[in-house]
T-cell receptor
Framework: SQQGEEDPQALSIQEGENATMNCSYK?????LQWYRQNSGRGLVHLIL?????REKHSGRLRVTLDTSKKSSSLLITASRAADTASYFC????????FGKGMKLTVNP | NAGVTQTPKFQVLKTGQSMTLQCAQD?????MSWYRQDPGMGLRLIHY???????DQGEVPNGYNVSRSTTEDFPLRLLSAAPSQTSVYFC????????????FGQGTRLTVV
């Protein structure tokens, strides 16, 4: 059964705007990961945040983790048309369990 | 360094036929897994392996078999294809079981008619 659930399920923004995606999960985790999937392609790892971390940055990506609320957010700043993709959160311990994903559309 | 390679990219099967989806990785990863992706369902784990000779079931294992005779290869076998197995299949590998990033193949789009 899916552990993570992304919210919103779909988001459409203009280029240059920020995009925020949320992930809620149900059980204790060791880490939480975010992945991107371009249409018709495999998933690509974006960032991993461990359960003892609260915030992590990678380029235009900022991830936060609140283990007390069992939630995470992914912020993409200054979005580009190339950021158009589906985004998934995945949780561990053990085997990765993925959410259903959310579709981000960045309009030029 | 090719990463994770899946073959074939597309396949059409008739109900009842069997086939093997191939997956190979060249990163010396111990952990490999198979997922299926269906519209609105995200990725669901079929089978996984924590090393050569060791496999285990995931969330949706029925109708699929796996084996892991080498570190590099993790084939997925459909024993008797059913229309419900129409899906996109992804193979992934990682250094450890969930503790590090996973690398995905490009997927196999399977249609069972």
């Amino acid at each position: 059964s899916q552990q993570g659930e992304e919210d919103p399920q779909a988001l459409s923004i203009q280029e240059g705007e920020n995009a925020t995606m949320n992930c809620s999960y149900k059980t204790s985790i060791n880490n939480l990961q975010w992945y991107r999937q371009n249409s018709g392609r495999g998933l690509v790892h974006l960032i991993l945040i461990r359960s003892n971390e609260r915030e992590k940055h990678s380029g235009r990506l900022r991830v936060t983790l609140d283990t007390s609320k069992k939630s995470s957010s992914l912020l993409i700043t200054a979005s580009r048309a190339a950021d158009t993709a589906s985004y998934f959160c995945a949780t561990s311990p053990g085997k990765l369990v993925f959410g259903k994903g959310m579709k981000l559309t960045v309009n030029p | 360094n090719a990463g994770v390679t899946q073959t074939p990219k597309f396949q059409v099967l008739k109900t009842g036929q069997s086939m093997t989806l191939q997956c190979a990785q060249d990163m010396n990863h111990e952990y490999m897994s198979w997922y299926r992706q269906d519209p609105g369902m995200g990725l669901r784990l079929i089978h996984y392996s924590v090393g050569a000779g060791i496999t285990d079931q995931g969330e949706v294992p029925n109708g699929y078999n796996v084996s892991r005779s080498t570190t590099e290869d993790f084939p997925l076998r459909l024993l008797s294809a059913a229309p419900s197995q129409t899906s996109v299949y992804f193979c992934a590998s990682s250094y450890s079981n969930g503790g590090t990033e996973a690398f995905f193949g490009q997927g196999t789009r399977l249609t069972v008619v």
